[in-house]
């Protein structure tokens, strides 16, 4: 097999092994066609992530971690986004699959969080292009297929002169196979110990080249089974896991209450129809009690289910000896289903109280109720579809000896969302379903009256009284009546990515330590997209969350520059001597230019040790969903700084006294019953929005790092880095409890008057507004270890070892205490932000036989002590200020493979991942969850088996 020449010849002895591989097929026709003069070159021409101008050693001058192929099918996962949540440096999953309740266009996704940033400041490539993204600037990687991928380059340093805006904490660069020869099918299927969770995935790649190019193309399908919380020990009791029955249970349950006449003595209290009992006879009905109460859990999904197509082809054309024609093509669609409890429906919330012309009314005058509409659980299928082309033409020429690369390019991407949502209630329907109704002369419920009656055609009367199984008329069993009361509910979406690049890079001149290295370029880019919530959410006419459209674009142009500078060479102390600068001039049409410049260097003292550092100014433009995103509703958790059971409760101050709130008041949660631990859900919708007066987050990023490679330990590699981000501008929402901090505890009325904050005469906050604003900044400091050792050659066979650790010294946000002084916020240890997280990776090998070990370690987490529940450590004191915690012991989780090299040109290999079934701790405040569990941690023992045949 054959190629034209596209470069001079290339001494691959030079290169790390990996990439030397990467490039075989690449190179191969070249070393045959070069000129003789030239076969001894030096490779010069290699291009990394995080760096325009191609050399020998660019790969080295800034940490970056490259997952093979290889690496990849060993872990055993089926997605790229758990196998780079398993990196050290990967922060908590962004919309955790146990973030059931979480909603919007980016559930559904998978993304992935460097360094604890945000999943939108870290940017995701293919090939070197940017992914398409959501309108809140979310790149979904479930969009690329595990077939196709040749390996993964993760830059940990930020690279906005580089790459622009989003690569504000690094960059995730997916590299897909090119130039395949043959066929290649997989088949992988595995299951949760417990029996659930099936996961199944296939995939078949066929490529063949030529001596003018080849084509690749890959073909996957990939489904996950959900998983159930009410299959799970931890998930399955409410909010403070089995020790604490009832805890989180809601007072909104699917027996059904009506505020009335029930209690002792007639008195006015929440009734419940007793066991057998007639719903029309007030007799009937007794006092609702705790064991009344619905735990929503068992009918949740504790992880979401997931299906996926994919189709990926890509082209290499050599046009001539020194231009070439290079294309991709995507298509994939993602389908993933969510599924929560019935919802808790209030009369109170809607004014849609049971009339008392109803014919399932006891009292016979318009009453209050609750009711869970457990007959109906809300469901959410999300469909996308992704098309992208990403095509070019590249080569090389030749200017005063000095060969220079050249590129031009263009990105297409286009995703279309579709949510379909079913089992939130019409309120138009409830209104006539709630109305006057009577019973027919053929003994059938039916709206209105007997002399003005309403069709069934039209109108289902609903009994809210009624509990869930207890057959009746106006069941929410039955299916005519779930047909009137709960429609379907479509939100739809587009995204669309366009941009045009061109990059050159050569040359400049041959200074006395190497060639001054040069990389210019110029890209258009612009962003467009559409998110249209149903007429249903728009309208606020249905108990799911009110949304509005959101809708907008922007453009802009970028001009880049980097300059590698060979300082000193082959000197005593000083075998190489680099630095590394580069400047990016961005200039929006929405908020005017920025520029940014990073600064790098790299320093080899003698062979076998190099140090390296960057200095990297990043920036993050606001998405289109900050500056033009609709309005939109949510069920906040919060503290009421004027609630008497609140820390560091202000009740009775001049402030809350001012707002109407009494003395005495306790801050009320779902089902309008006093709240017993903080933060509290409210039971009430408030809203947030966009603002397009944001302007961009801006950020400084350091790295120093140094890699050892011992000339007397072969096979040996060391580093180690140290890294520093400050994020200034943050863009993040004003949040509930910020605002009622500013209004009650600090006095400025104008923050409650801004936020539209309103209370009920009992001083229950019923609704207020908060947006979006600059008023975030962050500080985060650590440091990288890793250690690699190829052990040498033994007769029991070969072993590798892979250790790769990040400890976090520092994560801090800068925020105000009571007295609205400035102070630090520190969060390390936090779950999500781990003092240390650590993989130890055992590979061996021996024959056709071959095994994978990895233990993965999280170190200890904290969390803030609630209400009736065990506080660890509450002596702690943080930064001079009280901050009593509860502390868990660190978790360690450890997967394992087997794989056989059969003689027929196959590879079966089985494993398990979370192989003892460790499950982490119980903790309260749910953190990247909506469960008693941090939601980045295993669920199970996960079982699977894969067979790989190449043809």
Same mark, same amino acid.
């Given at each position: 097999?054959?190629?034209? =020449? ?103 996704? $998978? ?113 996950? !089974? ?14 403070? *896991? ?42 009937? $009905? ?44 995507? $298509? ?31 009292? @016979? !005058? ?6 869970? &509409? ?28 000095? $060969? ?58 609903? /009994? ?80 799911? &969350? ?11 142009? !970028? ?36 520029? /940014? ?10 062979? #076998?040790? &190099? ?18 995103? @609709? ?65 961009? !987050? ?27 981000? #400050? ?28 936020? /539209? ?62 007295? @609205? ?18 993989? &130890? *990776? ?17 170190? *200890? ?37 087997? =794989? ?52």
């Amino acid at each position: 097999m054959t190629h034209r =020449n596209l470069r001079p010849a290339m001494r691959l002895g030079l290169l790390p092994a990996a990439v030397a591989v990467a490039l075989v097929p690449a190179i191969a026709g070249a070393q045959e066609a070069a000129p003789a003069a030239q076969e001894a070159t030096t490779l010069d021409r290699i291009e990394v992530t995080g760096s325009r101008i191609r050399g020998v050693n660019m790969e080295t001058q800034q940490p970056i971690v490259t997952l093979s192929r290889e690496e990849i099918q060993k872990q055993g996962f089926t997605s790229v986004a758990d196998v780079l949540q398993n990196l050290t440096s990967a922060g908590s999953p962004a919309i955790s699959r146990s973030e059931a309740l979480a909603s919007g266009e980016n559930v559904g996704g $998978y993304y992935i969080d460097i360094r604890n940033l945000g999943a939108n400041r870290t940017l995701v490539l293919v090939n070197g292009k940017r992914l398409g993204a959501t309108t809140g600037g979310y790149q979904d990687l479930s969009q690329i297929p595990m077939s196709a991928i040749d390996r993964m380059e993760i830059l940990k340093d930020g690279a906005s002169a580089i790459y622009g805006s989003d690569a504000i904490a690094g960059v995730v660069n997916v590299i897909t196979r090119k130039r395949f020869e043959g066929a290649e099918a997989t088949a992988y299927v595995g299951q949760f110990g417990e029996g659930d969770g099936e996961t199944q995935q296939y995939s078949f790649t066929v490529g063949q080249t030529s001596d003018r190019g080849g084509t690749t193309l890959s073909v996957e399908y990939s489904k996950e !089974e959900p998983v159930f919380a009410g299959d799970r020990w931890f998930s399955k009791w409410g909010n403070a *896991g089995p020790d604490y029955p009832g805890s989180g249970f809601s007072p909104v349950s699917q027996n059904g209450s009506w505020y009335g006449p029930c209690g002792p003595g007639g008195a006015d209290t929440w009734c419940t129809l007793s066991d057998g009992g007639d719903p029309t006879n007030l007799a009937d $009905y007794r006092p609702h009690t705790t064991a009344d109460n619905a735990n929503s859990n068992l009918q949740m999904m504790l992880r979401t289910g997931i299906e996926r197509r994919s189709v990926f082809a890509s082209t290499t054309y050599d046009v001539s000896d020194s231009i070439s024609f290079d294309a991709d093509v995507l $298509y994939n669609q993602r389908i993933t289903d969510q599924q929560i409890a019935g919802y808790p429906y209030q009369s109170l919330a809607f004014d849609t109280q049971l009339s008392g012309d109803s014919a399932f009314n006891p009292v @016979g !005058e318009d009453i209050d109720f609750r009711r869970r &509409l457990w007959e109906v659980p809300r469901t959410t299928r999300s469909e996308l579809e992704t098309y992208r082309f990403a095509g070019g033409f590249k080569g090389f020429f030749q200017l005063a000896d000095k $060969y220079w690369d050249w590129d031009v390019g263009a990105l297409l991407n286009r995703n279309s969302l579709s949510k379909t949502g079913h089992g939130d209630a019409s309120l138009i329907a409830t209104r006539q379903a709630l109305g006057p109704s009577f019973i027919n002369g053929d003994g059938i419920a039916q709206c209105g009256t007997a002399a003005d009656p309403i069709s069934l055609d039209n109108c289902r009367p609903w /009994n809210p009284l009624l509990p869930n199984g207890v057959a009746g008329q106006g069941s929410l069993a039955d299916a005519d009546l779930q047909t009137f009361m709960f429609p379907y509910f479509t939100d739809t979406g587009t995204t669309r990515t366009t941009s045009y690049t061109a990059n050159v890079s050569g040359s400049l001149a041959e200074l006395p330590a190497g060639d001054l290295g040069i990389a210019m370029g110029y890209e258009h880019r612009k962003e467009s997209g559409r998110f249209v919530p149903d007429a249903f959410a728009q309208s606020g006419e249905y108990t799911g &969350l009110a949304a509005t459209t959101t809708e907008g674009d922007y453009a802009l142009d !970028e001009f880049y520059v980097e300059l590698n500078i060979p300082v000193l060479a082959d000197m005593a102390f000083a075998k190489e001597l680099t630095f590394n600068v580069a400047s990016r001039y961005s200039d929006y049409s929405n908020f005017g230019d920025t520029t /940014n410049s990073k600064f790098g260097f790299t320093w080899r003292p003698v062979d #076998e040790l &190099l140090v390296r550092g960057t200095v990297a100014e990043g920036f993050r433009a606001p998405s289109i969903d900050n500056l033009y995103g @609709g309005v939109g509703s949510s069920f906040e958790d919060y503290t009421d700084p004027c609630g008497v059971d609140a820390v560091g409760s202000v009740n009775g101050n001049a402030a809350c006294t001012a707002a109407g709130v009494p003395v005495g008041y306790v801050q009320l949660g779902q089902g309008l019953v006093p709240c017993t631990s903080y933060p509290c859900q409210t039971p009430d919708q408030f809203f947030t929005g966009s603002n397009p007066n944001l302007l961009p !987050e801006t950020s400084t990023s350091q790295t120093m790092g140094l890699v050892w490679s011992p000339r007397w330990v072969q096979g040996l590699d060391i580093s180690v880095d140290w890294y520093q981000y #400050e994020i200034e501008d943050m863009i993040i929402s004003d949040s509930v409890d910020r605002i009622l901090r500013d209004c009650y505890v600090l006095g400025d009325a104008s923050r409650c008057a801004q936020a /539209n904050v309103t209370r009920a005469a009992d001083g229950h906050i019923t609704g207020m507004f908060y947006g979006l604003a600059n008023l975030g900044q962050m500080e985060t400091e650590g440091y990288d270890v890793g250690v690699r050792y190829k052990l040498p050659e033994t007769s029991f066979g070969n072993f590798s070892v892979d250790w790769q650790n990040t400890y976090t010294s520092r994560y801090d946000q800068a925020g105000e205490n009571a007295d @609205g002084d400035p102070i630090t916020v520190g969060y390390v240890g936090t779950p999500g932000i781990f003092r240390l997280r650590s993989n &130890l *990776g055992v590979d061996w090998e021996m024959g056709n036989f071959g095994a994978s070990y990895t233990a993965r370690y999280y170190s *200890g987490m904290n969390e803030s002590c609630v209400t009736n529940r065990p506080c660890t450590d509450p002596d702690r004191y943080s930064n001079g200020e009280p901050a009593a915690q509860r502390h868990t012991g660190s978790n360690t989780f450890h997967d394992l493979q087997l =794989n056989w090299q059969a003689p027929w040109n196959a590879t079966v290999a089985v494993g398990a991942n979370n192989v003892f079934d460790h499950a982490g701790p119980i903790m309260f405040t749910q953190p990247n969850s909506n469960y008693p569990y941090y939601g980045g941690f295993e669920i199970g023992r996960f079982v699977y088996m894969k067979y790989q045949q190449r043809f």
